[in-house]
């Protein structure tokens, strides 16, 4: 059995402790500025000095325009951006960038207030999803988001996008009172379900001298529509075998193939607590201490609801040899049985900072720390109905897996007009996955007994980066830059029952690249920017991709052998700015070797069998174009923004499924698109109307899914949202609105959220 928690904690507490000491403080002679929040997002904005497109959404511009009841919500209209958020709570919700799809999580980068949210312990769209729940919607000041791997202070994970999600800090008693409320209306199938969502939550901050402090809290109480169905294939003759049960729909599968749909599974009840605390303390005039500390607790139970009947005794039917519409289906107790689970969550962040500056000179220190204390899935294993109350089944164990990083970065500037900005950093982190399943004689109530599956193991990553933005004219600035990174994992332990493996103790892997960037930018005129950016970005194995075992809801296993994968990305953009807004047009290119990508093919055990598994295709390519702009006052009083992506983004070379050359890369569609526009017919109320489009998805790397919309599909979507934003007096906000107005039933693998209502109301102090 693998070692519950790696034993090295401390010893990165220490370190953390060690650097925070050993920072200088920086001279008293120049104060931070009097707005805590804008003085931080300077400073870091200063310290990376991003050299890639951009795009940005605040706090003014969320509560006018999106129905939020999630922070994740606040990026669906961001140019090129997708989250597959399924349902209010969805705690696996990854995101995808115009060259990298869904289940590339590792592939983007999610900061709040620098801490990372990234879950970079795998590269999937399940447990590797980013952490939002650690931010609300009701603290963020703004969100900014840099497109491609061209800014030598973040690591290779930034190939698609990083998103930085800054908070506000107050300078003053400040408390707020939030509530909203959303009402699904599902249909599909047999499932006719009224689905509400609620969501409760508060902040109350002060500053008390050289200390403010934040406290804000979050209740969320979600029911959701079925994530997924049990479906059979459909036999090609007749059959009177069986017990006679009637039920069921005739469809297809993704590939094509004649099924019946025998129910809905997944069906998700989900309660969520959040508290979290921020403290900043102004140490001197040019010091600033920030603690944030946050826990985050997770209940949720899912069920199932068949839609076949015993046609003798009207009972339900779930499992077994049963004969429907005379056709005779063998129904795995599975089928069902392996969607009735209960998840409980309670999981701790907390990251300390240390920042200053003087005259020219910005630094910050900053460590995280993220810990997985409980983390228990129960899943049934039993045939339904008996097995729904009890009975054997599996006990998932994520506990012990976590993550802990540090940076230390500052910024230079060679004189008052910024001829040359030198920034450096030196960063470490260490990311721990301890995945146990265990054998119980009663999912509901049972203890772990003997162990079923084991995936366990770590990665230790250490850089250092530079960058200088060099003023060669004051038209025209070039910015070169490196990162060189260390990379190890070592720990690796795997261990199933069925498939047989091991128990294995997996051999360390190391790796050492330099990832060049450089960018010039020339400003054409006093609105006009051109700006041609390259980067390279080596992006390693993550643990849950080396050593990870899954087994549901598609078998996969661990590949302890992977090779980092190498993007090679540019960017050519032009972009108009003034002040009704601006326009930016993007001509981007990526091309990726030994991309890590998860294929379906045969496992390595006797008797042979099909599983999902993590390899290194030879090579990816991406391209295209993306045109974005926001326009104030198009007519008076109606701003608009919107965006169009096209992207062809195909697999290249795969010599282990030479099939899938030429195809579209999973979940990267050719086409994205979003249009906001609002009307504010009076200063108190704004109406907007906003619609987000992909085109068709696939999710094979051979684009063999032909048909997208069924269960396990990818279709195209096309979507309007309405909000109506109210002032009813200066101190309450009322808002109203309907996402998905024209019902579009589609599926992103799982089906996703069908006509809703909402409904939010907002009490400041």
């Keep these: 059995m693998p070692p519950s928690h790696p034993a090295t904690r401390p010893v990165r507490a220490a370190a953390l402790a060690a650097v925070l000491a050993a920072a200088a403080p920086a001279s008293a002679d120049t104060p931070l500025a009097d707005d805590i929040l804008i003085t931080a997002q300077r400073r870091q904005a ?138 699904q209306q599902f249909d599909l199938y047999s499932t006719h379900r009224t689905l509400p969502s609620v969501q409760a939550g508060g902040t109350l901050g002060d500053r008390f001298g050289p200390l403010a402090l934040f406290v804000s809290v979050d209740h969320v109480d979600s029911r959701a529509q079925p994530l997924g169905f049990a479906t059979a294939t459909r036999p090609a003759m007749p059959s009177a075998a069986g017990t006679p049960t009637t039920g069921g729909f005739d469809d297809l599968n993704r590939t094509g193939a004649a099924i019946r749909v025998l129910g809905a599974t997944g069906i998700e009840h989900q309660v969520q607590d959040r508290i979290k605390l921020k403290a900043a303390l102004d140490v001197s005039p040019a010091l600033r201490l920030t603690y944030v500390g946050s826990l985050f607790l997770n209940a949720d139970d899912a069920g199932v609801e068949t839609y076949l009947t015993d046609a003798a005794t009207g009972a339900p039917a779930y499992a077994g040899t049963l004969n429907i519409a005379s056709r005779s289906y063998t129904v795995a107790s599975s089928a069902f049985a392996g969607q009735v689970y ?55 164990n994520l506990a012990g897996t976590g993550w802990q990083t540090v940076d230390a970065k500052a910024a230079w500037r060679s004189d008052d007009a910024a001829t040359h900005t030198l920034s450096a950093g030196l960063h470490a982190d260490w990311f721990q996955l301890a995945s146990n399943r265990f054998n119980t004689d009663n999912f509901r109530r049972g203890g772990e007994g003997s162990l079923n599956l084991v995936g366990s193991g770590r990665t230790r990553t250490y850089a250092v980066w530079a960058q200088d933005a060099w003023k060669l004219t004051p038209a025209v600035t070039l910015t070169l830059g490196g990162r060189y990174e ?45 700006r041609l950016s390259f980067g390279e970005a080596w992006r390693f194995p993550t643990v849950g991709e080396l050593y990870q075992i899954v087994t549901s809801p598609v078998a996969a296993v661990p590949n302890p052998n992977l090779c980092p994968e190498h993007a090679r990305s540019g960017e050519l953009a032009l972009e108009h700015q003034d002040a009704h807004g601006t326009f930016r047009l993007s001509l981007f290119d990526e091309v990726i070797d030994d991309a890590l990508i998860s294929q379906t093919g045969s496992l390595p055990v006797t008797p042979v069998q099909v599983g999902t598994f993590v390899q290194n295709v030879d090579r990816t ?47 990267v569609p050719h086409w994205k698109a979003t249009l906001v526009g609002t009307y504010r017919p009076t200063d108190a109320v704004a109406l907007t109307a906003a619609a987000r489009y992909a085109s068709r998805n696939y999710g094979s790397l051979d684009n063999s899914d032909v048909v997208g919309n069924t269960y396990q599909g990818f279709d195209r979507y096309f979507v309007v949202d309405l909000r109506a934003e109210v002032h009813v007096t200066p101190h309450v906000d009322l808002g109203l609105g309907i996402d998905n107005v ?24």
Excluded: C, M
Aim: hydrophobic letters at 40%; proline letters at 6%; charged letters at 20%.
């Design 46 to 183: 200063t310290i990376e000095n991003a050299p890639g497109s951009t795009a940005s959404v605040d706090a003014t511009t969320i509560a006018t325009t999106i129905n939020a009841i999630n922070v994740e919500d606040t990026l669906k209209y961001l140019p090129s951006l997708v989250v597959r958020k399924r349902h209010i709570g969805d705690s696996q919700a990854p995101l995808a960038t115009r060259t990298s799809g869904l289940g590339a999580s590792a592939r983007s980068l999610i900061y709040a207030d620098g801490a990372i949210l990234s879950a970079l312990v795998g590269n999937n769209n399940t447990s590797a999803s980013p952490r939002w729940n650690l931010v609300s919607t009701e603290e963020i000041a703004r969100i900014d988001v840099l497109y491609g791997p061209f800014a030598a202070a973040y690591p290779g994970n930034s190939i698609g996008a990083v998103v930085n999600i800054t908070t506000r800090l107050p300078d003053r008693l400040e408390a707020t009172v939030d509530a909203g409320v959303n009402v």
């Design 342 to 396: 209960r998840i409980d969550q309670r999981q701790w962040s907390h990251s300390l900072a240390l920042a200053g500056g003087a005259g020219r000179f910005d630094w910050q220190v900053i460590g995280t720390d993220y810990i997985v204390d409980r983390d228990r899935q129960r899943t049934a294993n039993t045939a339904l109905p008996a097995g729904a109350d009890g009975g054997p089944g599996f006990i998932t």
């Design 621 to 667: 390519r991406a391209r295209g174009v993306e045109v974005a702009g926001t326009r104030t006052d198009v007519v008076r009083r109606v701003d608009l923004t919107g965006s169009v992506t096209y992207a062809d983004a195909i697999t290249s070379k795969d010599t282990a499924f030479p099939a899938a050359a030429g195809h579209l890369l999973p979940s």
């Design 486 to 530: 260390w990379w190890r994992a070592s720990g690796g332990v795997n261990f199933a029952q069925s498939p047989p493996i091991g128990p294995v103790v997996e051999p360390p892997l190391a790796s050492d690249h330099v990832s060049p960037k450089a960018a010039l930018a020339w400003a054409v005129g006093p609105h006009l920017t051109a």
């Design 742 to 765: 024209g019902n579009d039933k589609y599926f992103l693998f799982h089906p996703f959220p069908q006509r809703s209502f909402a409904a939010d109301v907002k009490v400041r102090l």
